[in-house]
């Protein structure tokens, strides 16, 4: 399994401090830092690798003018990152839009497994995973991806999805709930054993 | 459905300890009565992170991006610092402007002040000496005093002036001079101080009267190569004038006419133990001996 790599607060603030300066090296470190993330939300949300490269490319064109303003964050620019790619997708593919399943299909497995029974179990499961996600409604998919891809805190994910901490406690447990039941239920239909 | 809140709570908490590095199985082992709902729910949400793009393909896509970025930093904070030059340039021209008009206001507003040249008009006098009448006299005091004894005779062309002793000499004006000194040298109606020759009108009443070594005050025009003088002023003596005579109030075995009398309260200070009760216009000794707070010596 990967595990994200969190950005250091402590490093995030100095390094944010510089950007506030317009030290470009500073700003280029963040994109660096946050692009990945971005890019793989935005990738699944729209689709096409372009517009996700795009989209990622206005997020932060849109933080140095923010920073330029002084509107950018002094803390917590994860959040405030995720929230601007979120507010860019819904701009151009509207609320509803769900995840493509041909998107999905481009997932892959991260784990580097050279048993190749592992590696044929591990693709059946990335291949339901794809299947069950993309049968969620889109607000339980994006608090999905929010908390467990993107490791991000249920504080930040409110502020992102412009909820409140408890409603987005409880969309989480119904996402969650609701994709055992989708998984539970394929197994039922073909089971894999 | 109904949910119990604490099995919520549950939920959160184990998702948070497993996104900080904690296995399904520990997180789940802290809560036995819910396990059986957990385990499936957090081994359904962890599919998630296994399915990412590829690393390279989020690579290239980053480089391809990052000159656009570089770009836009540029441009942004490059216009912005312009913007702040500009900024402070307007200010410190702002400020400059300002200051330059304010100064110009006040310096016209120096200018626009009346300056104290008697006119033809009789100036009022606050001592009762203010035979600021219509007699044809024009009186110097010795020096400024805070009461103007001055008087004029209607045929002068100009009139001398008495400055009261706490102001200070006139600021100059354009075109206008303003000399104090003894006077070195008389020559006609040209007299010189500090070596500056200083025309007198022919028919001045006081030309008769200023002696060499006399403290004058002069407000002159500037000519191209002369020195016009347009009021005079006596300091260290008092001067009366009638017609064609004149009474000066430097010498005590000189005693002052008639007609000089009521300016000669200075003189009957220092050369008389006490003035003629006469001496004062009606007939009153008001105890203004002395106005003003000259030298008369």
Redesign the interface.
């Known amino acids: 399994?990967?595990?994200?790599v969190l950005p250091d607060i402590t490093t995030d603030e100095e390094t944010l401090a510089r950007a506030r300066t317009?030290d470009?090296e500073a700003?280029?470190a963040i994109?660096?830092r946050y692009?990945?993330p971005i890019?793989?939300f935005c990738?699944l949300r729209v689709g096409d690798?372009l517009a996700?490269?795009d989209l990622?490319?206005e997020v932060?064109?849109r933080f140095?003018?923010a920073?330029?303003r002084e509107t950018a964050p002094r803390t917590s620019l994860r959040g405030w990152i995720f929230r601007v790619a979120r507010n860019l997708i819904y701009d151009h593919y509207g609320r509803e839009a769900e995840l493509p399943i041909d998107t999905?299909d481009?997932?892959?497995?991260?784990?580097i497994e050279t048993d190749p029974e592992v590696q044929a179990l591990?693709s059946i499961?990335?291949e339901?995973?794809?299947r069950?996600?993309s049968m969620l409604a889109p607000s339980q998919q994006e608090v999905?991806?929010l908390?467990?891809?993107q490791?991000l805190?249920?504080q930040e994910t409110a502020e992102i999805m412009g909820k409140q901490v408890n409603a987005i406690?409880?969309l989480?447990?119904r996402a969650?709930?609701t994709?055992?039941q989708i998984?539970?239920d394929m197994d039922v239909e073909e089971p894999t054993s | 459905m109904i949910?119990r809140d604490d099995?919520?709570?549950a939920?959160?908490i184990c998702?948070?300890r497993i996104?900080q590095?904690e296995s399904v199985q520990t997180v789940v082992a802290d809560y036995p009565v819910f396990a059986k709902q957990l385990r499936?729910?957090?081994?359904?949400?962890?599919?998630?992170?296994?399915?990412?793009?590829?690393?390279d393909?989020?690579s290239a896509?980053?480089t391809?991006?990052?000159a656009?970025?570089?770009a836009?930093?540029?441009d942004?904070?490059a216009a912005?610092?312009n913007w702040l030059a500009w900024g402070l340039a307007l200010l410190f021209i702002g400020a400059g402007v300002s200051l330059f008009i304010f100064i110009l206001i006040s310096n016209q507003q120096q200018s626009a002040a009346p300056p104290p040249v008697l006119t033809n008009t009789p100036t009022l006098t606050l001592a009762p000496t203010a035979s600021a009448t219509l007699s044809p006299t024009a009186t110097y005091s010795p020096t400024a005093t805070s009461t103007p004894t001055v008087t004029q005779t209607p045929t002068q062309s100009r009139l001398p002036q008495v400055l009261p002793a706490s102001e200070t000499p006139l600021p100059s004006r354009p075109g206008l001079t303003i000399i104090e000194g003894p006077v070195s040298q008389i020559n006609g109606n040209v007299i010189t101080i500090f070596d500056r020759e200083i025309t007198l009108a022919e028919d001045d009443p006081l030309l008769p009267a200023i002696q060499l070594q006399d403290i004058v005050r002069i407000e002159s025009a500037n000519k191209s190569d002369t020195i016009e003088a347009i009021s005079i002023t006596l300091i260290n003596v008092t001067v009366v004038v009638s017609g064609d005579q004149f009474w000066r109030s430097d010498n005590c075995n000189v005693p002052p006419p008639v007609w000089a009398q009521s300016q000669a309260n200075a003189w009957y200070a220092r050369c008389t133990p006490q003035r003629p009760a006469d001496a004062q216009p009606g007939g009153r000794n008001t105890g203004h001996d002395d106005d003003d707070d000259d030298d008369d010596d």
């Open positions: 399994m990967i595990v994200l317009g470009e700003i280029v994109y660096h692009y990945d890019y793989q990738r690798p996700a490269q990622t490319s932060f064109v140095i003018k920073m330029k999905i481009q997932w892959l497995s991260s784990d591990q499961q990335v339901r995973a794809r069950a996600i999905l991806l908390r467990f891809d490791q805190s249920l406690k409880a989480q447990f969650v709930n994709l055992r998984l539970r | 949910v099995l919520v709570d939920l959160e998702i948070d996104n590095g499936p729910m957090l081994e359904a949400g962890l599919l998630l992170p296994r399915s990412r793009f590829p690393a393909v989020v896509a980053a391809q991006g990052e656009r970025i570089r836009t930093v540029s942004t904070f912005g610092t």
